[in-house]
């Protein structure tokens, strides 16, 4: 494994390949798309001025920005290219929100340093990825990604501790369980999010990388011994490997429909910033985990929408699996629909199915996602220790009673 650089060199041959369009036509949505691309040349300037003389819906525009999390890179190639160009009042709330990111970045990255010396004096390890390392890794600049919060992943038995350290500084967990639920919750489930009363940000502590039943990108007992160093806020800092991130993005992006572009744009750019991927590696990985069609996926997406140039045997590899054209097809039709018609339950499920590679795994998924009590669950009705199987009856019930309720509304009106 390679140690993270900052680098803009790109060492694979590109594929000559005409980037596809999005289904929306709007032209907000079409630069914010070319600002999202990692090219910084001459041709997408005059693209991102050509789009800029349409009469564009600015509280769209910025609203859509704010929804895909790339207020930061519309406000750094507009402002390099032509600030001019953009109307007053949407260009002062532009750059305050550019501000606004940058100062909550800064802020997060302290906490987020000090929370790390906290671990290291009681001698836990912890690894922090997305978020400031991330922004630091394949962005080069703290500013350039959003984030509201952070990630940190440490091993399952010291999950315990970290809590009680994390209530020293005033974190709290977001749903608390009572002490009778804390060991199910820890078996069933991957992580639990916490918030400082002071609004310093939120932690999601994680000792997994996924449920059960979905791909994890990583081989837990291996990845503590092959970290790399970054240097973050002048303090260094050891991360996953870039082709370990790599199939983590593509596994988070999938199993969220990618319904932000800066999850695309996380990919675009580490394959932009990080030359030397150990491609060999990381389709073995994918493979071994069951996890390469989200890895082509997210390869095929960021090709076709940003641009990202791929090496030929691997953008081969991403051409066999059939599945991934039609998955492809489905994000373009859902990165930018109406923000109320959000997936649900059911759509979100369908897009699992056809993501996930094997019968065996579709199994578990559809099991662990009507059966597997969630925290909310939990936290909703509160059940002692010897009656937690009933837990497996009341979420497929609570799940039914909800979407019973939607259909009806749909029916009858309001």
């Keep these: 494994m390679h140690a993270w650089h900052v680098s803009m060199s790109q060492n694979v041959p ?74 007053s009042t949407p260009w002062q709330q532009l750059r305050q929100r550019f501000h606004s990111n940058a100062r909550r970045n800064l802020s997060l990255t302290g906490e987020l340093l000090k929370l790390l010396r906290l671990l290291a004096t009681h001698n836990i390890p912890a690894i922090p990825f997305k978020g400031p390392v991330l922004a630091v890794a394949v962005y080069g600049d703290l500013t350039l990604r959003q984030f509201v919060d952070l990630d940190l992943l440490v091993q399952p038995q010291a999950v315990l501790q970290v809590k009680t350290l994390l209530r020293t500084q005033g974190y709290q967990a977001t749903l608390p369980l009572r002490d009778e639920q804390e060991a199910a919750f820890l078996r069933l489930h991957h992580e639990c999010a916490f918030a400082h009363p002071d609004g310093v940000g939120c932690l999601d502590l994680h000792w997994a990388l996924n449920r059960r039943s979905w791909p994890t990108p990583l081989e837990l007992e291996r990845v503590w011994e092959g970290l790399v160093p970054v240097v973050v806020g002048g303090q260094e800092v050891l991360t996953f490997a870039p082709e ?109 199915f056809l993501a996930l590679e094997t019968l065996g795994r579709r199994s578990r998924y559809l099991c662990d996602t009507l059966l597997t009590p ?19 009856a ?21």
């Design 244 to 352: 370990d991130t790599l199939l983590a993005l593509c596994i988070h992006g999938t199993k969220h429909l990618w319904l932000k572009l800066q999850w695309l744009c996380d990919v675009a750019r580490l394959l932009g910033t990080y030359g030397s991927l150990d491609w060999e590696h990381a389709m073995a990985q994918a493979h071994a985990l069951g996890s390469a069609r989200m890895l082509y996926l997210g390869l095929r997406l960021a090709h076709d929408l940003l641009g990202v140039a791929l090496p030929e045997e691997v953008w081969r590899r991403v051409q066999t699996d059939p599945a991934v054209p039609r998955l492809a097809a489905w994000v373009r039709t859902l990165l930018f629909q109406d923000a109320q018609a959000v997936p649900g339950i059911l759509h979100t499920a369908c897009f699992s």
């Design 394 to 414: 009341f979420r497929p019930l609570r799940l039914s009673g909800k979407y019973t309720l939607r259909l009806l509304q749909r029916l009858l009106g309001p």
């Design 14 to 87: 590109p594929v000559q390949s005409t980037v596809r369009r999005c289904t929306s036509t709007r032209p907000e949505d079409a630069l914010l798309l070319c600002c999202a691309r990692v090219c910084t040349d001459a041709e997408r300037s005059e693209r991102i001025r050509a789009l800029l003389q349409h009469d564009l819906d600015w509280e769209y525009l910025l609203s859509m920005a704010q929804r895909h999390a790339l207020i930061p890179l519309l406000f750094r190639h507009l402002n390099t290219t032509c600030p001019e160009a953009v109307p």
């Design 374 to 392: 969630t925290t909310f669950d939990l936290a909703l009705v509160p059940l002692p220790t010897a009656l937690f199987p009933l837990y497996y």
